[in-house]
């Protein structure tokens, strides 16, 4: 089992940054491929990013390409994705993932909570 509890989001203007957290416990994080999803009201959840175990290895989708950055500090057992340049679109619940299979993009079985980012225009 691993718990995850996402911290960070808010309100912000478009062009500003937030930095979310993941907060992880349960299993050795520093073993685990870790993912950012997000979800939009009323569209399906996404693939936002992904790193694996050493954070020496990134995947991005393209439409957060060039303005997030994925990261992670294995001592402190946290995720991190710090968003730049946020647009409206970027709205969304933003979800921390690990567990299934180490493929980037993997829905995999273990959630936290969500953390809400809205980006005004």
């Known amino acids: 089992q691993v718990q995850l509890v996402e911290s960070g989001g808010g309100l912000v203007q478009a062009g500003g940054s937030l930095r979310l957290s993941c907060a992880a416990s349960g299993r050795t994080f520093s073993s685990l491929l870790m993912r950012w999803f997000r979800q939009a009201p009323g569209k399906a959840r996404e693939f936002v990013a992904a790193?694996?175990?050493?954070?020496?290895?990134?995947y991005y989708a393209d439409s957060v390409k060039g303005r997030f950055t994925i990261s992670r500090d294995n001592a402190k057992n946290t995720l991190y994705l710090q968003m730049n340049t946020l647009k409206p679109e970027d709205t969304a619940v933003y979800y921390c993932?690990?567990?299934?299979?180490?493929?980037?993009?993997?829905?995999?079985?273990?959630w936290g909570q969500g953390a809400q980012v809205t980006v005004s225009s």
């Open positions: 790193i694996n175990w050493s954070g020496g290895g990134t």
């Open positions: 993932n690990t567990g299934g299979p180490d493929v980037y993009t993997y829905f995999g079985p273990y």
